[in-house]
């Protein structure tokens, strides 16, 4: 069982940056690929980056590539999502979640994802 709680969810200012945490609880967070889905309001749920167990492989969206680095600390049973160059299409709320998968493209589906935070909104806006 892993228990997620996202951090770092903020208004922000267009070509500003911000980092969002992910912190877990539980022994298994290590053995789980981590991965940030985000949501916008009225559009379906969309894959934002993912991280795999031991931190050997990062996959990206490619409207993201280039503007986010996804890290893990598991010392600290935590993800960091920095995002960087934001711009007002990034609004929404972000998701952190855990799964066994090990490889993309299963990284990509939200169905893959045993366990979800509760999300952190994010806007981004003058």
């Known amino acids: 069982q892993v228990q997620l709680v996202e951090s770092g969810g903020t208004l922000a200012q267009p070509g500003g940056s911000l980092t969002l945490s992910c912190a877990a609880s539980?022994?298994?967070?290590?053995?789980?690929?981590m991965g940030w889905f985000r949501q916008a309001s009225g559009k379906a749920r969309e894959f934002v980056a993912a991280?795999?167990?031991?931190?050997?492989?990062?996959d990206y969206a490619h409207s993201m590539e280039g503007r986010v680095t996804l890290t893990r600390d598991d010392a600290k049973n935590t993800v960091y999502l920095q995002m960087d160059s934001l711009k007002s299409e990034d609004t929404a709320i972000y998701y952190c979640?855990?799964?066994?998968?090990?490889?993309?493209?299963?990284?990509?589906?939200?169905?893959?994802?045993?366990?979800w935070g509760q999300g952190t909104q994010v806007t981004v806006s003058t």
């Open positions: 539980g022994r298994t967070f290590s053995d789980h690929t």
């Open positions: 991280i795999s167990r031991g931190g050997s492989i990062t």
């Open positions: 979640a855990a799964t066994r998968a090990t490889s993309s493209p299963h990284f990509y589906y939200s169905w893959n994802y045993d366990y």
